[in-house]
């Protein structure tokens, strides 16, 4: 799912879509596709809206990534559950659902292990979180079957750590439950229903890291925690330092004093002091001062 034009991090998605903000010099999406890849999932349909070109362009047919990609866009916001209905005629065997503007590194073959040991028409992989209210809460039998939803609690009413992180392993009778060409959320309307009809609804508690990197403050956090190897992403170039890395052909003076958290763009030269707390990426020569490092 890559439609979403991440609202909360303008004015940095005026004019991109939130899945081509960079992480460690690389698309957030382009991290997600390499994952997916990771895990044998090698055929790909990306939902579209908000500047839906950009994505096009970048990513192409997939093949440079080792993928097939095609494309379906929406013409008016169809929700969650909406934008995968729309990709309906490319999706006739179980599928995995994930966001192309999360950061993670979640096993996704012990998902579709759980679900296919389980049986499920859906499962929704959870993640426990020190503070769940900014998510939907998921409660679960010991068997993990889902037992009951609440959509971003306040402290009273937290009954669990686990959140619904968005990734969802289906199979094609999920379209039984999404009108077709409305507005419809897998979160608020289709996993209840599939609850109230008793349908195999379960959730698997996933390891791993896993970041909605739905606000200025979680991309720096993001960046952070990249740089620092909380999360297995592929980062191009090579460490130098506790959450240091220096980008393919660049060039670091060896006077040069480097401080907090840094990533310099490859093919660069870092010639002066670079001080964090965080530098998002430095692309600087003898000349030029990074505006990010201050």
């Keep these: 799912m890559a439609g979403g034009e991440g609202t909360r991090l303008r004015p940095l ?36 809206a908000f500047v839906p070109q950009a994505i096009r362009t970048y990513f192409g047919d997939g093949s440079e990534f080792g993928v097939r990609m095609v494309y379906a866009t929406e013409e008016t916001p169809l929700g969650t559950a909406g934008s995968v209905r729309n990709a309906m005629d490319e999706l006739d065997e179980p599928f995995l659902v994930i966001s192309g503007d999360v950061l993670t590194d979640i096993d996704l ?54 959140i619904n992180t968005g990734i969802y392993m289906l199979e094609p009778q999920i ?19 599939l609850l109230q009809k008793g349908k195999p609804l379960f959730g698997a508690v996933a390891e791993g890291y896993w970041e909605d990197v739905g606000t200025l403050e979680a991309y720096v956090r993001a960046h952070h925690d990249v740089l620092d190897r909380k999360v297995e992403v592929d980062v191009p170039g090579f460490r130098v330092g506790e959450g240091v890395w220096v980008g393919d052909s660049s060039e670091i003076n060896p006077d040069a004093t480097i401080e907090g958290t840094v990533y310099s763009l490859p093919d660069t030269v870092v010639s002066f002091i670079v001080d964090g707390p965080l530098v998002l990426a430095v692309n600087v020569t003898r000349s030029t001062r990074s505006p990010f490092a201050n």
């Design 175 to 193: 379209f039984d439950f999404i009108a077709e060409g409305q507005a419809v959320d897998f979160s608020a309307e289709v996993f209840p229903l």
């Design 109 to 162: 073959s012990e998902i579709v292990h759980f679900h296919r040991q389980r049986d499920a028409m859906a499962t929704i992989a959870l993640k426990a979180m020190e503070n769940p209210l900014e998510f939907g809460i998921v409660i679960t039998r010991p068997d993990g079957a889902v037992e009951r939803f609440l959509e971003k609690p306040t402290w009273g009413q937290v009954f669990s750590d686990t």
């Design 13 to 48: 998605t005026s004019n991109q879509p939130k899945p081509m903000m960079p992480l460690a010099n690389r698309p957030m999406m382009e991290h997600i596709v390499r994952l997916l890849k990771e895990h044998g999932f090698d055929d790909i349909v990306v939902t579209l």
